[in-house]
């Protein structure tokens, strides 16, 4: 059984920096493409970043490029995505998926197992 647990979450103000981390279990880490997506309250979830089972290929979407950083140690089975100068619109429950691919997709699609979520709140 897979298991994929984000943490990290809270409140920050403005301009400030967290650092979410995932750990998953249950399936060969190295061997799967993550990925972090977001939704915020009344709105529909949308893709943040994915990094490749290597590092090879990370991809972002446009309004966090140059803010956010995805990373991921699969010594450790673990994802992170560390967040700088963060602004109010940041603010959504962040989850972190697994895909069954190599492969980074910034499409749902291949993703299969998702954590349960992490609050961020970014206060203006």
Known sequence: QVHVVESGGGLVQAG?????????????????????????????????????????????????KGRFTISRDNAKSTVYLQMNSLKPEDTAVYYCAQSTLLQASTR?????YWGQGTQVTVSS
Request: proline residues 2%; aromatic residues 14%; glycine residues 10%.
């Open 16 to 64: 400030g920096s967290l650092r979410l981390s995932c750990a998953a279990s249950g399936r060969t880490f190295r061997n799967s493409a993550m990925g972090w997506f977001r939704q915020a309250s009344g709105k529909e979830r949308e893709f943040v970043a994915a990094i490749s089972w290597n590092s090879g290929a990370t991809y972002y979407r446009d309004s966090v």
């Open 108 to 112: 749902s699609t291949p993703y299969d």
